[in-house]
């Protein structure tokens, strides 16, 4: 435990915060070809580039095939991904894992799977990054790529497994500081920028307008509603957990102050009587045993899939007012 | 293809309607690859993947390339290489299969109908695909072909490269938007708002367009077309015909509804933020 905090000190001096991610088009692309043809089922593959002092390259990507439980499957998809690096290398594409990227439904992606993904990867290589593209949001004419990291102060938590209350208060960390947002730029080659420019359509409307122009949002509306009550169930689940544990605590204390006065009374006795006094402590009573205090990780983690969907509700409504609005407007013109 | 019994040059080929439909990801890969092809090489070559419909419509979907190198008039492939990475992608999508191969430059050469040979024994009637990274001619030419055998009796003449109809509507490159595809770098991915903003903007450019070219007609100015005079019409008669008052009624009913939604997702995370000061600032005495 103590080394890894001291690789953590360390490794933090030596690299400068990770500030943006560049993308190029190909690998926008390929990410989006494959998370949209598999879309419902989620997909992920791997992310490959360089890393240049603030700035994480990411210049290519192949898919992972989709993943079962089987051991020998397992062990064949790893056997993949080499294989595939080795070809990679052969046509000179950089290959050098800068992390992974993954798809998602309705912006669902803090997960403890997540989490743990994120820190196997970050045993390995220093820079690590997650890309999150929602195939859903696509629809809307809305790019939704995400780059994501975990804050550093979260990292060391999660290694030490310190989820209660004390230590999140000595940290400050709170729901919004798990997941860091880092913003992407997208890079093409001059080739491709050419050849882009000189493909690209005469007609001065894309579909990406038509889809944004749609006025029917109600069904994902409803889908984040529905989903954001469920978070709310079990985040109330979560709360209850909590009260059981403050209640078992409290009882615990009381039962531990009477025991403590029973005994105070009893030595006063002894002392009276001339006798040896006894300890004010018994370890061996069931009544002293520390009540272990229940992960906040989880409610933290709903509070963070809460908010999602509020940033979603919000961001399609406000879109829906200015549709309305345009609307509005045609209809008086 | 050709059978050895016919006794008539083929010239209708029986491939008559074969087209080809590329995704944005293939022309990018290749791009990659002829940016990233080893020293001296002068071209790449490399696999397509994808599907072909019952209708003939050959739609390339991946693509990935081969190492080779053509001494003299020779050419090698490193055909391990091709079948391991054709596994693999299998792996990850097995719907996906050969469909043809690709290589950089303008036009075809005597080597591309070696490699040619060779991907017939993958697949009949491979398609080739030609891009002409170099812009040798000025401009960006992408070209499929597919190869037809010229024979006479049940000798072989010879084989011809016919080109056929390559379809470039990219959806996918759309929905993403070329804004984002054709600079060499965007500083920031545009959000949902300024994307909203960027339609409107040029939706009302083109309603001002369209303005212009009603006031040119009725001026003289300019000669009318039916066929637009039709497609205007169309465009109006699309917008649904309601009296004010029931759209008023509509467009209220709308607003509150979004509204709504708007001040539960607030109250929602004022909730959030007040349970997490209690969760975490409750201490046990």
Known sequence: MARSFLQAVASEEVTPPLRVIQMEGLAVLKIIKHCKEFSPSLVTGQLLGLDVGSVLEVTNCFPFPIREDDEEIEADGANYQLEMMRCLREVNVDNNTVGWYQSTLMGLYQTVELIETFMNYQENIRRCVCIIYDPSKSNQGVLALKALKLSDSFMELYRNNEFNGEKLREKKLTWVDIFEEIPIKVSNSALISAFMTELEPDSPVEQCDFDRLQLSTSSFMERNLEFMIECMEDLSAEQNKFHYYYRNVSRQQAQQQTWLQKRRTENMARKAAGEELLPEEDPSSPIFKPIPEPSRLDSYLINNQIANYCNQINGVAGQNFSRLYLMKALHEN | ?285
Not at chain 2, 12 to 29: E, Q
Not at chain 2, 95 to 103: A, C, L, P, R, T
Request: charged fraction near 20%; include cysteine.
């Open chain 2, 1 to 285: 293809m050709a059978s050895s019994k016919q006794t008539v040059l083929p010239f209708l080929p029986s491939s008559a309607g074969f087209t080809a439909r590329i995704h944005p990801v293939v022309l990018f890969n290749i791009c990659d690859c002829y940016v990233r092809r080893p020293d001296q090489a002068e071209r790449v070559i490399g696999t397509l993947l994808g599907s072909v419909s019952p209708d003939g419509t050959v739609e390339i979907r991946n693509t990935y390339a081969v190492p080779h190198s053509e001494p003299g008039d020779q050419v090698a492939i490193d055909v391990d290489y091709h079948h391991n990475m054709y596994a693999s992608h299998q792996k990850v999508n097995p719907k996906e299969v050969i469909v043809g191969w690709f290589s950089t430059g303008l036009g075809v050469s005597g080597r591309s109908a070696l490699i040619h040979e060779f991907y017939s024994r993958e697949v009949t009637n491979p398609v080739h695909l030609t891009v002409d990274t170099g812009f040798t001619d000025g401009e960006a030419s992408i070209k499929a072909y597919i190869s037809i055998n010229l024979s006479l009796g049940d000798r072989q003449l010879a084989a011809q490269f016919q080109e056929i109809p390559l379809d470039f509507r990219m959806v996918e490159a759309e929905q993403v938007g070329f804004d984002i595809l054709k600079t060499t770098m965007v500083d920031k991915l545009p959000n949902d708002l300024e994307g909203m903003e960027a339609s409107m903007e040029r939706l009302l450019a083109l309603i001002d367009d369209v303005y212009k070219y009603v006031d040119g007609v009725v001026e003289g100015n300019v000669a009318p077309d039916n066929n637009n005079g039709r497609l205007i019409s169309d465009a109006l008669s699309s917008i649904p015909k309601m009296s004010p008052a029931v759209f008023d009624k509509v467009f209220n009913d709308k607003i509150q509804d979004n509204l709504a939604l708007v001040y539960l997702s607030s109250l929602t995370r004022t909730q959030l933020s007040i349970a997490e000061k209690l969760n975490t600032a409750a201490q046990i005495l």
